[in-house]
C-alpha cells in the first residue's frame, strides 16, 4: 500500500502511536506495533517530541474543522447579504473623491499635526508632529504601530522613497534623518548642514537622492548612500517652505515666504523661472502630473486659447498660499488660472491619481475639491476642528489622510 508520508514522517507516527499505547496501558497492542514496525529498542520518553504528539494533533484537527465550519458559514451569510445588496449605479474609480464622514480618525499626537505620507506599497501612514515625534499607522484598520523618537524639535516634513524602503523626515532641530523600514524602523542616518530650521523634505524619483528646503534660505541634495550634501541651491530671499522635484526628477519646485514660487534645474542648480503673483506667503508649490495635462489644457483653453504641449514632466505648477489663492501656471511663468473659494490660508495641495480632480487643505479648517477641467470647487468638506496643515492621498487605495492643528489625523475614503 502506498504512503504520502515520508520514511521520517512514518517513523515519527509510529513512535507517537506507540507512545499513546504505552501511557494508555494497551500494553499487548504497544508490544505488537513495537514488533511490527521495528522499533525494539523503542523506549517512551516524555522529552522526545513525539510524546503526546498523537493527542496534540487530534485536538487541533478538531478545532481547526470547527473554525473551517465557522468560516463557511460566515462565508455563504456574506454571500447572501451580497446577493440581496441594493445595486449602485456603477461609478468609475477614476472619479471617487473623499466623501464625509471620516472613516477613521486617528488620536495619538500631542501637538499639531504637520505632515501625513503613505507608504507607496504596504498599508501604512506615517504623520509628522510638532510632538517632535513620527507615528507609524496602519491606515486600514486605524491602528497605531509604533513611534519613532530621535528628532528634539516639531518634525515639519516626511516622505519615503518610491520602493518604500527608506523614510526620511526634516525638523526644525536643524536635521535630516533618514529610517530604514526593513531594519525595524531605526535610524540609520542623520543628515546636518543647513543652518535653521528644515521645512520640506523629498526623494528624487532615482531614490538615491534627497531634496531638502530650509529656513536659511537654500535648497540642498543629499546623497542616500554616505549621507552627503552634494549640492547646494540659492536664489530665494526668505524661509523656503516647501520643495517637490518633478516626475522625471530633472526639475523642482520651490514655494517661499519671499512671495514667489522658483523652477530649478536639478543638474545645474540654476533657476530655471521665478513665478510671481500671489501677495502673501507661498505655503506650498507642486508639479501638476503628466496625466492632469488634458484637463488643465481644457482650463485655459476657456481662457487662454493656448496651444497644445507636450506631455513633458514639469509643464504645469499650482501654488497655494496664505493669501487664501491657489494658482495654476506654466513653466514659463504664465499665470494660467487662479482659484478662489478658501477663505483662509493655504496649506496643502494634491493631485487626484486620475489627474481630473486637484484636493486642498487649508486653515480655514476644510478639504476642497476642485475640478482642473473648470477650475470650479465641486465640493467642500468641513475636515477638522482647526486648521488643516496636510494632505495626502493614497496610490494603492482610494482614500486621503489629512492632518491638523486639533492633533488630529483623518482618513477619508474615496467613492
Known sequence: MSTILSDRQRDELHKAILDYLSASGFHDSFAALKAESLNDDFVPDPKQKYAGLLEKKWTSVIRLQKKIMELESKTSQMQEELNNAPVRKATSSVDWIPRP???????????????????????????????????????????????????????????????????????????????????????????????????????????????????????????????????????????????????????????SNDQTARLWDVSTGETKMEFRGHDHVIECAIFVPVNAYPYIRDLINDTTKAGKDQAVPGQYIVTGSRDKTIKIWDASGQLLHTLIGHDNWIRGLVVHPSGKFLLSASDDKTMKIWDLKTGRSMKTIEAHTHFVTCIAYCHASPIVATGSVDQAVKIWQCR
Open 101 to 255: 464622514p471620516e472613516r477613521q480618525t486617528l488620536t495619538g499626537h500631542r501637538s499639531p499635526v504637520t505632515r501625513v505620507a503613505f507608504h507607496p506599497v504596504y498599508q501604512i501612514l506615517a504623520t509628522a508632529s510638532e510632538d517632535t515625534t513620527i507615528k507609524i499607522w496602519d491606515y486600514e484598520t486605524g491602528e497605531f504601530e509604533r513611534t519613532l523618537k530621535g528628532h528634539t524639535k516639531a518634525v515639519q516634513d516626511l516622505a519615503f522613497d518610491a520602493k518604500g524602503n527608506i523614510l526620511v523626515s526634516c525638523s526644525a532641530d536643524l536635521t535630516i534623518k533618514v529610517w530604514d523600514l526593513n531594519n525595524d524602523y531605526n535610524c540609520i542616518k542623520t543628515l546636518y548642514g543647513h543652518d535653521h530650521s528644515v521645512s520640506s523634505v523629498s526623494f528624487l524619483p532615482s531614490g538615491d537622492i534627497i531634496v531638502s528646503a530650509s529656513r536659511d534660505k537654500t535648497i540642498k541634495l543629499w546623497e542616500v548612500a554616505s549621507g552627503y550634501c552634494v549640492k547646494t541651491f540659492t536664489g530665494h530671499s526668505e524661509w523656503v517652505r516647501s520643495v517637490q522635484p518633478s516626475e522625471d526628477g530633472r526639475l523642482l519646485v520651490t514655494s
